[in-house]
C-alpha cells in the first residue's frame, strides 16, 4: 500500500500546491514566503489525503 500512498500523494500533493498558490495570489500576498507556505502545506496536507484514498482504494477503509 506504500506505493499507492507515495503515487497518490504526488497527484495530490501537486494539486492542493497549485490551489494554494492560486488561493495566496488571489488574497494578493505576492511575497516568496506566502508562496512557499502555501506550496508547503499543500504537501503537508496530502500525506493524510493520500493514506485515506489509499485506504479506501484497497478495501480496506470504513
Partial sequence: MAWLVFIL??????T???VGIVV???IGFQS????AGAV???LL???PLAWVVARA???DGT
Avoid: D
Avoid at 516568496?32 to 508562496?35: E, Y
Fill in 9 to 14: 500523494h504526488l497527484f495530490i500533493g501537486t
Fill in 45 to 47: 496536507l496530502a500525506f
Fill in 16 to 18: 492542493l500546491a497549485g
Fill in 57 to 59: 482504494l484497497m478495501g
Fill in 32 to 35: 516568496p514566503w506566502a508562496l
Fill in 40 to 42: 508547503v502545506a499543500g
Fill in 24 to 26: 495566496v495570489l488571489v
